[in-house]
């Protein structure tokens, strides 16, 4: 479970016979604090790499947005790739399975009728 900020604007493509899937990057921060000594440990934000498959997929293309709050389901995803030197190159991503977004949508103004 994460809850965090949208990092840049997801991407989104259609693969395997038009299934959507979105990508995009969330921001969760630890909050800094200070010792009982006095020392300040400042804030630590950690960057998720989160796919997002079908539903989720199409929701993200239509709603979310650089800087929206979310809250995240899912589970880890490991893999690797070897890169264009043969070198083994290792990464980490979240596979959603939920999703609810958390920033409050704008205020439509009242129609007079």
């Given at each position: ?98 999703m ?11 129609a007079?009728?």
């Amino acid at each position: 479970m994460l809850i965090g900020n949208v990092g840049k604007e997801p991407e989104v493509r259609y693969v395997d016979q038009g299934q959507p899937v979105a990508r995009l990057t969330l921001a969760t921060t630890e909050r800094g604090y200070t010792l009982q000594n006095g020392t300040q440990v400042p804030d630590r934000t950690e960057w998720h790499n989160i796919i997002m498959w079908r539903k989720l997929a199409e929701i993200v293309e239509q709603y979310v947005h650089k800087g929206d709050k979310l809250y995240i389901e899912g589970r880890i995803h490991y893999a690797s790739y070897d890169d264009k030197q043969g070198k083994r190159q290792y990464y980490t991503e979240i596979w959603a399975d939920n999703m609810e977004m958390l920033t409050p949508k704008p205020q439509q103004p009242m129609a007079n009728s």
